[in-house]
């Protein structure tokens, strides 16, 4: 049985492919830096906050790591509305995917900020630095630059995996490959040619963030 290929028909719908290269480009940077944020913060409080609140966060980061990420989507769209608390398909993609980039964060900066030698944040408090500096100016740094691939690799997880925010209606990507393959009847194509899509946003912006890294940690190679 052969199978004539005809991508000609996706021409006509350019506007919305790059309307859905736009949206999942968007939620994925948003994410990161607000996951970002809080994996630092996370872990910070992982080593020196109080018992209670260390307990707390590993039982989230255990929640998180161990569910599927689209049910924690379908939680925050469908579930938190029955608990008052309203917001559209975009706030909500956006929420899951930075709660869920959020607890792998955690993990992969707590293993980076206990990888720096305590000696260095102690020659810092001897050099007039407070806890907080020594933290901040000394110790993070070194620690970010130690997990960079790996938070990168969790950003480009978070990324592919942001495929499913079209089942809340998320014009994304593949709610643009499904859009379109509802009105030409060319599924075949139409999944085809975001898998390439797909693949080339992850290649560039791997390249980008490594790009960005490389000048960001310059110098923190221990």
Same mark, same amino acid.
């Given at each position: 049985m052969s199978y004539a290929f005809d991508f000609s028909d996706l021409s006509q719908y350019a506007d919305v492919l790059l309307h859905g290269v736009v949206v999942t480009l968007g939620l994925t940077g948003v994410s990161t830096v607000l996951g970002g944020a809080l994996g630092v913060v996370g872990a910070a409080l992982v080593l020196r906050g109080p018992a209670w609140l260390r307990w707390l966060i590993a039982a989230y980061i255990e929640l998180i790591r161990n569910t599927p990420f689209i049910v924690q989507l379908f939680f925050v769209f469908f579930g938190?509305?029955?608990?008052?608390?309203?917001?559209?398909?975009?706030?909500?993609?956006? #929420? &899951?995917?930075?709660?869920? #980039? &959020?607890a792998y964060a955690i993990e992969i900066v707590r293993a980076g900020i206990e990888s720096v030698k305590h000696g260095q944040y102690q020659a810092a408090l001897s050099l007039g630095l407070s806890g907080r500096q020594a933290f901040r100016y000394v110790v993070l740094p070194q620690a970010l630059a130690a997990v960079f691939p790996a938070l990168l690799s969790q950003v480009m997880i978070v990324m592919l995996g942001s495929a499913v925010v079209s089942q809340i209606s998320v014009q994304d990507l593949t709610y643009a490959a499904n859009f379109i393959q509802s009105r030409n009847f060319r599924s075949f194509e139409c999944y085809i040619a975001i898998t390439a899509i797909y693949l080339v946003m992850a290649i560039l912006l791997r390249r980008l963030c490594n790009g960005l890294g490389s000048g960001l940690f310059a110098g923190q190679k221990r």
């Open positions: 938190l509305p029955s608990l008052g608390i309203q917001m559209g398909e975009i706030e909500a993609a956006l #929420l &899951a995917m930075t709660v869920n #980039l &959020a």
